[in-house]
């Protein structure tokens, strides 16, 4: 994924058991900024039926560099954690090498329109100092006569 994007994982936990289940889903500690978030983490599983879950993983504000981070999502029926299914999951946050991570056409936006800019600031200021120029030419000629 590109940061600063979200990384979205999709898990389909399923009751292979003849009870309904009180189902819960742990994700690990949050290390090195990234946050891990489980979207509808704990919900009743009727036996043979499965639920889609979605896992959302979001990188640190401040990353400075690519970085990839491993983290673990166990699906189990509440209250009994010998029973769990842990899941290893991996997600590769890629920075951009560009200037303040804009894309590359507006890279380019900004420097075709920094040299519009320069270019008609120079014609400005050369505009301005002919007219300078003449005043003080029309201001010696009257000052010799």
Do not use: C, H
Not at 7 to 31: K, P, Q, R, Y
Not at 96 to 110: E, H, I, K
């Amino acid at each position: 994924m590109n940061y600063p994007d979200k990384a979205f994982f999709t898990m389909f936990v399923t009751n292979n058991g003849n009870v309904v289940e009180d189902v819960e889903i742990i994700s690990g500690e949050s290390l090195r900024g990234w946050t891990v978030d489980v979207i509808d983490d704990e919900f009743q599983l009727p036996p043979g039926e499965t639920r889609e879950i979605q896992v959302r993983a979001t990188p640190p504000s401040e990353l400075l560099s690519d970085d990839t981070y491993r983290f673990t999502v166990i699906a189990q029926p509440e209250g009994i954690p010998v029973a769990g299914q842990p899941i290893e999951l991996t997600v590769v946050s890629v920075t951009s090498n560009s200037f303040l991570n804009l894309s590359q056409t507006t890279q380019d936006l900004l420097v075709y329109g920094l040299t519009g800019f320069g270019a008609l600031l120079v014609i400005v200021l050369f505009m301005r100092s002919r007219a300078e120029n003449k005043r003080i030419i029309r201001a010696l000629e009257e000052d010799d006569s």
